[in-house]
Protein backbone atom coordinates (compact mmCIF):
# COMPACT_ATOMS: atom_id res chain seq x y z
CA UNK A 1 0.00 0.00 0.00
CA UNK A 2 1.26 4.03 0.02
CA UNK A 3 2.89 4.84 2.74
CA UNK A 4 0.38 7.59 3.62
CA UNK A 5 -2.13 5.49 3.16
CA UNK A 6 -0.87 3.31 5.98
CA UNK A 7 -0.02 6.27 7.79
CA UNK A 8 -3.40 7.56 7.82
CA UNK A 9 -4.70 4.20 8.53
CA UNK A 10 -2.55 4.23 11.78
CA UNK A 11 -4.20 7.79 12.73
CA UNK A 12 -1.09 9.97 12.23
CA UNK A 13 -2.93 12.76 10.52
CA UNK A 14 -4.29 13.79 7.45
CA UNK A 15 -3.06 13.38 4.12
CA UNK A 16 -2.27 16.82 4.07
CA UNK A 17 -0.57 16.72 7.46
CA UNK A 18 1.72 13.51 6.35
CA UNK A 19 2.91 14.80 3.62
CA UNK A 20 4.28 17.68 5.32
CA UNK A 21 6.04 14.86 7.97
CA UNK A 22 7.73 13.38 5.44
CA UNK A 23 8.77 16.37 3.46
CA UNK A 24 10.05 17.09 7.52
CA UNK A 25 12.26 14.13 7.48
CA UNK A 26 9.79 12.20 10.27
CA UNK A 27 9.35 9.21 8.59
CA UNK A 28 11.56 6.28 7.90
CA UNK A 29 10.95 2.75 6.27
CA UNK A 30 13.94 0.27 7.13
CA UNK A 31 16.13 2.70 8.62
CA UNK A 32 16.05 5.26 5.03
CA UNK A 33 14.14 8.74 5.64
CA UNK A 34 11.19 8.61 3.29
CA UNK A 35 10.96 11.29 0.75
CA UNK A 36 7.62 10.45 -1.52
CA UNK A 37 4.07 9.59 0.21
CA UNK A 38 3.27 7.34 -2.42
CA UNK A 39 5.96 5.33 -1.85
CA UNK A 40 4.80 1.39 -1.80
CA UNK A 41 5.62 -0.25 1.71
CA UNK A 42 4.07 -3.38 3.40
CA UNK A 43 3.56 -3.26 6.97
CA UNK A 44 4.60 -7.38 7.15
CA UNK A 45 7.76 -6.56 5.71
CA UNK A 46 9.06 -2.91 6.39
CA UNK A 47 9.45 -1.43 9.50
CA UNK A 48 8.24 1.57 9.54
CA UNK A 49 8.99 4.37 12.12
CA UNK A 50 7.13 8.13 12.58
CA UNK A 51 9.02 10.16 15.25
CA UNK A 52 11.05 7.46 16.86
CA UNK A 53 7.84 5.06 17.55
CA UNK A 54 7.58 1.76 15.43
CA UNK A 55 4.10 1.74 13.59
CA UNK A 56 4.63 -1.82 12.60
CA UNK A 57 5.68 -3.67 15.78
CA UNK A 58 2.76 -5.97 16.10
CA UNK A 59 1.06 -4.72 12.74
CA UNK A 60 -1.17 -7.23 10.73
CA UNK A 61 -3.37 -7.60 7.49
CA UNK A 62 -6.15 -9.34 9.19
CA UNK A 63 -7.37 -8.50 12.92
CA UNK A 64 -9.62 -10.49 14.82
CA UNK A 65 -11.01 -9.54 17.60
CA UNK A 66 -13.54 -11.60 20.51
CA UNK A 67 -16.19 -8.78 21.75
CA UNK A 68 -18.87 -9.76 24.49
CA UNK A 69 -21.10 -7.33 23.31
CA UNK A 70 -22.89 -5.59 26.22
CA UNK A 71 -26.55 -4.56 25.88
CA UNK A 72 -27.35 -1.28 25.04
CA UNK A 73 -24.76 -1.11 21.71
CA UNK A 74 -25.58 -1.87 18.18
CA UNK A 75 -23.92 -4.20 15.99
CA UNK A 76 -22.99 -1.36 13.39
CA UNK A 77 -20.25 0.49 11.91
CA UNK A 78 -21.54 3.65 12.54
CA UNK A 79 -24.63 4.88 14.29
CA UNK A 80 -25.79 8.81 14.67
CA UNK A 81 -27.85 8.20 17.73
CA UNK A 82 -26.24 4.94 19.53
CA UNK A 83 -22.61 3.38 20.69
CA UNK A 84 -21.80 0.94 18.29
CA UNK A 85 -19.42 -2.09 18.91
CA UNK A 86 -16.59 -0.63 16.98
CA UNK A 87 -17.13 2.40 19.30
CA UNK A 88 -15.62 -0.41 22.07
CA UNK A 89 -12.50 -1.03 19.37
CA UNK A 90 -9.61 0.72 20.22
CA UNK A 91 -6.77 -0.42 17.95
CA UNK A 92 -4.96 2.29 16.18
CA UNK A 93 -5.79 0.31 13.19
CA UNK A 94 -9.23 0.29 13.03
CA UNK A 95 -10.63 1.99 9.63
CA UNK A 96 -11.73 -1.10 8.19
CA UNK A 97 -13.13 -3.37 11.25
CA UNK A 98 -16.98 -4.84 11.00
CA UNK A 99 -18.79 -6.88 13.08
CA UNK A 100 -19.44 -10.34 11.55
CA UNK A 101 -23.39 -10.61 11.58
CA UNK A 102 -25.13 -8.50 13.77
CA UNK A 103 -26.46 -9.13 17.35
CA UNK A 104 -29.55 -6.79 18.42
CA UNK A 105 -29.25 -4.03 20.82
CA UNK A 106 -30.65 -5.41 24.08
CA UNK A 107 -28.66 -8.71 22.90
CA UNK A 108 -25.35 -9.91 24.63
CA UNK A 109 -22.49 -12.26 24.00
CA UNK A 110 -20.54 -13.47 21.82
CA UNK A 111 -19.43 -11.06 18.49
CA UNK A 112 -16.60 -11.57 16.18
CA UNK A 113 -15.44 -8.32 15.29
CA UNK A 114 -12.61 -8.09 11.61
CA UNK A 115 -11.17 -6.62 8.57
CA UNK A 116 -11.09 -9.90 7.26
CA UNK A 117 -14.55 -10.50 4.27
CA UNK A 118 -13.47 -13.75 3.49
CA UNK A 119 -13.61 -15.08 6.80
CA UNK A 120 -17.07 -13.17 7.55
CA UNK A 121 -18.51 -14.06 4.38
CA UNK A 122 -17.46 -17.26 4.87
CA UNK A 123 -19.06 -17.43 8.40
CA UNK A 124 -22.33 -15.64 7.40
CA UNK A 125 -23.15 -17.97 4.26
CA UNK A 126 -26.20 -20.00 4.44
CA UNK A 127 -25.05 -22.43 2.70
CA UNK A 128 -22.05 -23.17 5.27
CA UNK A 129 -24.66 -23.92 8.18
CA UNK A 130 -22.20 -22.43 11.19
CA UNK A 131 -24.00 -22.93 14.34
CA UNK A 132 -24.71 -20.19 16.49
CA UNK A 133 -25.25 -21.13 20.07
CA UNK A 134 -27.75 -18.98 22.33
CA UNK A 135 -28.45 -18.66 25.90
CA UNK A 136 -32.17 -17.18 26.60
CA UNK A 137 -34.34 -16.72 29.25
CA UNK A 138 -37.94 -17.76 28.60
CA UNK A 139 -41.38 -15.56 30.20
CA UNK A 140 -43.01 -19.08 30.79
CA UNK A 141 -41.33 -22.38 31.34
CA UNK A 142 -40.10 -24.32 28.28
CA UNK A 143 -42.19 -28.24 27.46
CA UNK A 144 -40.78 -30.69 25.77
CA UNK A 145 -43.09 -30.22 23.74
CA UNK A 146 -41.95 -26.96 22.69
CA UNK A 147 -38.62 -28.49 22.43
CA UNK A 148 -40.14 -30.70 19.48
CA UNK A 149 -41.12 -27.66 17.95
CA UNK A 150 -38.30 -25.72 18.02
CA UNK A 151 -35.84 -28.77 16.75
CA UNK A 152 -38.65 -29.52 13.64
CA UNK A 153 -38.34 -25.94 12.69
CA UNK A 154 -40.97 -23.26 13.05
CA UNK A 155 -42.81 -20.90 10.66
CA UNK A 156 -42.17 -17.17 12.07
CA UNK A 157 -43.98 -15.35 8.94
CA UNK A 158 -40.66 -15.94 6.49
CA UNK A 159 -41.80 -17.42 2.88
CA UNK A 160 -39.82 -20.62 4.45
CA UNK A 161 -39.97 -22.63 7.49
CA UNK A 162 -36.83 -22.10 9.88
CA UNK A 163 -34.26 -25.04 9.56
CA UNK A 164 -33.92 -27.46 11.75
CA UNK A 165 -32.27 -26.61 15.15
CA UNK A 166 -30.73 -28.20 18.23
CA UNK A 167 -32.38 -27.43 21.33
CA UNK A 168 -32.00 -28.49 25.19
CA UNK A 169 -32.63 -27.15 29.24
CA UNK A 170 -29.83 -26.61 31.37
CA UNK A 171 -30.50 -26.61 34.96
CA UNK A 172 -28.52 -23.43 36.17
CA UNK A 173 -28.63 -23.05 39.98
CA UNK A 174 -32.73 -23.53 40.20
CA UNK A 175 -32.75 -21.50 37.06
CA UNK A 176 -34.01 -23.23 33.78
CA UNK A 177 -31.88 -21.56 30.59
CA UNK A 178 -32.52 -22.42 27.40
CA UNK A 179 -30.17 -23.45 25.29
CA UNK A 180 -31.02 -22.65 21.65
CA UNK A 181 -28.56 -23.81 18.38
CA UNK A 182 -28.99 -22.33 15.10
CA UNK A 183 -27.59 -22.97 11.99
CA UNK A 184 -29.11 -19.36 9.91
CA UNK A 185 -29.34 -15.80 11.43
CA UNK A 186 -32.64 -14.67 11.01
CA UNK A 187 -33.53 -11.03 11.31
CA UNK A 188 -34.84 -11.48 15.03
CA UNK A 189 -34.71 -15.07 14.68
CA UNK A 190 -34.59 -16.62 17.95
CA UNK A 191 -36.96 -13.94 19.54
CA UNK A 192 -39.59 -14.69 16.22
CA UNK A 193 -38.74 -18.36 17.49
CA UNK A 194 -40.60 -18.38 20.77
CA UNK A 195 -43.05 -15.89 20.03
CA UNK A 196 -44.34 -18.75 17.57
CA UNK A 197 -44.39 -21.06 20.39
CA UNK A 198 -46.36 -18.69 22.72
CA UNK A 199 -43.10 -17.79 24.84
CA UNK A 200 -40.87 -14.91 24.57
CA UNK A 201 -37.79 -13.77 25.58
CA UNK A 202 -36.53 -12.23 28.80
CA UNK A 203 -32.89 -12.08 28.09
CA UNK A 204 -30.48 -13.01 25.09
CA UNK A 205 -27.01 -14.22 24.70
CA UNK A 206 -24.89 -15.75 22.27
CA UNK A 207 -22.26 -18.09 23.62
CA UNK A 208 -20.58 -20.40 20.74
CA UNK A 209 -20.27 -19.60 16.78
CA UNK A 210 -18.75 -22.44 15.41
CA UNK A 211 -16.61 -24.19 17.51
CA UNK A 212 -15.55 -21.13 19.54
CA UNK A 213 -16.78 -20.13 23.12
CA UNK A 214 -17.68 -16.69 23.85
CA UNK A 215 -14.50 -16.29 26.85
CA UNK A 216 -16.38 -15.94 30.47
CA UNK A 217 -13.16 -13.75 31.59
CA UNK A 218 -14.34 -11.11 29.29
CA UNK A 219 -16.44 -8.26 30.73
CA UNK A 220 -19.53 -7.07 28.82
CA UNK A 221 -18.23 -4.64 26.49
CA UNK A 222 -14.69 -5.90 26.62
CA UNK A 223 -12.68 -7.57 23.91
CA UNK A 224 -9.41 -9.42 22.94
CA UNK A 225 -7.53 -10.64 20.14
CA UNK A 226 -7.88 -14.15 19.09
CA UNK A 227 -5.38 -16.59 19.41
CA UNK A 228 -4.07 -18.79 16.12
CA UNK A 229 -5.39 -21.55 17.43
CA UNK A 230 -8.94 -19.66 18.39
CA UNK A 231 -8.75 -18.81 14.95
CA UNK A 232 -8.13 -22.13 13.28
CA UNK A 233 -11.21 -23.64 15.76
CA UNK A 234 -13.46 -20.93 14.32
CA UNK A 235 -12.35 -20.87 10.35
CA UNK A 236 -11.65 -24.82 10.23
CA UNK A 237 -8.26 -23.56 7.68
CA UNK A 238 -4.60 -23.45 8.40
CA UNK A 239 -2.30 -20.48 8.28
CA UNK A 240 -1.64 -20.78 4.70
CA UNK A 241 -5.01 -21.17 3.65
CA UNK A 242 -6.13 -18.68 4.59
CA UNK A 243 -2.86 -16.35 3.49
CA UNK A 244 -4.29 -17.15 0.20
Not at 55 to 60: F, K
Not at 118 to 143: A, I
Not at 228 to 237: M, N, P
Amino acid sequence: MRLDKFLSDAGIGTRKQIKEYIKNGMVRVDGEVAKRPEFSVDPEKNEIIFDNTNLTEGYAKYRYYLLNKPQGVVSATTDKHDTTVIDLIDTGFDKDLAPVGRLDKDTEGFLLITNDGKLSHMLLSPKKHVEKEYEVLTRNKVTEEDITKLEGGLDIGDEEPTMPAKAFIEDRDGKEVLHLILHEGRFHQVKRMLTAIGNEVVFLKRIRMGGLYLDETLEPGDYRELTDEELKLLSGKTDNERNK
